[in-house]
């Protein structure tokens, strides 16, 4: 009885540390990604037809992101002189 009790949790304790270094390893090594989709976009763009609309009209909302992201921060900004000159 205690040797299947030993067995089962030895057994346990080596899935779970076999587990766990894969997971400490694969952390250790593991690479930031990176889009590549600058040129794409532009290389589909030039292709025409649906590929080459689509691929514009996806840069365009790409474009229109940034554009957007850069007035809300222009926003915050204002709205912190704002609270700083009235006291708020």
């Known amino acids: 009885m205690t040797k299947k009790t030993f067995s089962r949790g030895l057994m ?10 894969g997971y ?11 889009a590549q989709v600058g040129g794409l976009m532009e290389k589909a763009g030039k292709m025409g037809g649906p590929v080459g609309s689509v691929a514009q009209f996806g840069s365009s909302i790409v474009e229109m992101q940034d554009h957007i992201t850069g007035l ?3 926003l915050d900004t204002f709205k912190k002189v704002q609270a700083s000159l009235t006291g708020k």
């Open 24 to 34: 400490v390893c694969g952390s250790m090594t593991q690479r930031q990604a990176e």
């Open 72 to 74: 809300q921060k222009n």
């Open 12 to 21: 346990t304790a080596v899935i779970v540390g076999v587990f766990g270094l």
